[in-house]
């Protein structure tokens, strides 16, 4: 499947933790980007980072990119209980055009 | 204006109905896509459109017609569903990038229409 694995799939910390997920992939990509979703809404961006690049920065978000191991991690330090959300990384495929594959998805739950 | 619309927000139909599900975009966005969303799952890319012409159909079922009008303007027509494809159908959109034929850049999601079939 291009689809990849998330892990973990569901994640449960307490508010002030460090929450961090990973994503792994099979085929050779342009860039990765990591979505929020609230329960049954629409998806909000949260960082790119592009196949030549190892780590990113935004806020509270720290995401890396190891191109050899084909995984990414996406760190959020001192949760809060709005992170509360499913995380899903997106694959942008080297292959030109516009397709983009989502990963399953980690499910993150922050208790306050 | 940063924002992608989606109307309506729920919708309910039979499976001889039929119905149009509709996006809006003002970021000048020349890349519009449909995805299907199940409980639990990731979104799954059934359509996209650059610069108003088809670019990809994921082999998705004829019972779905989409259909772009302008480049702000992107239908999904619905015809003869059945149950199982009541889900969330997500709009997005992208700038093209620097290479025209590619988009390597993040999407703009909008909010969704669930979608019941019974």
């Known amino acids: 499947s291009q689809q990849g694995e998330e892990d973990p799939q569901a994640l449960s910390i307490q508010e002030g933790e460090n929450a961090t997920m990973n994503c792994s992939y099979k085929?050779?990509?342009?860039?990765l980007q990591w979505y929020r979703q609230n329960s049954g809404r629409g998806l909000v961006h949260l960082i790119l980072?592009?196949?030549?690049?190892r780590e990113k920065h935004s806020g509270r978000l720290r995401v890396t990119l190891d191109t050899s191991k084909k995984s990414s991690s996406l760190l959020i330090t001192a949760s809060r209980a709005a992170d509360t959300a499913s995380y899903f990384c997106?694959?942008?495929?080297?292959?030109?055009?516009?397709?983009?594959?989502f990963g399953a998805g980690t499910r993150l739950f922050v208790k306050a | 204006d940063t924002e992608v619309t989606q109307t309506p927000k729920h919708l309910v139909m039979g499976m001889t109905n039929k119905k149009s599900l509709k996006c809006e975009q003002h970021?000048?966005?020349?890349?519009m896509y449909w995805y299907k969303q199940k409980a639990k799952k990731p979104p799954e890319l059934m359509f996209v459109?650059?610069?108003?012409?088809?670019?990809i159909n994921e082999s998705v079922p004829s019972r779905f017609s989409p259909e772009c009008p302008n480049s702000s303007l992107l239908n999904l027509h619905l015809h003869a569903l059945q149950p199982e494809d009541s889900a969330l159908y997500l709009c997005?959109?992208?700038?093209?990038?620097?290479?025209?034929?590619?988009?390597?850049?993040?999407?703009?999601f909008g909010p969704g229409t669930r979608l019941t079939v019974l």
């Open positions: 997005a959109s992208s700038h093209p990038g620097m290479r025209r034929g590619s988009s390597y850049n993040e999407q703009f």
């Open positions: 085929t050779s990509i342009n860039n």
């Open positions: 980072i592009r196949s030549n690049e």
């Open positions: 997106a694959r942008a495929l080297d292959t030109g055009g516009f397709k983009t594959i």
């Open positions: 970021m000048g966005h020349r890349a």
């Open positions: 459109y650059s610069y108003e012409k088809l670019s």
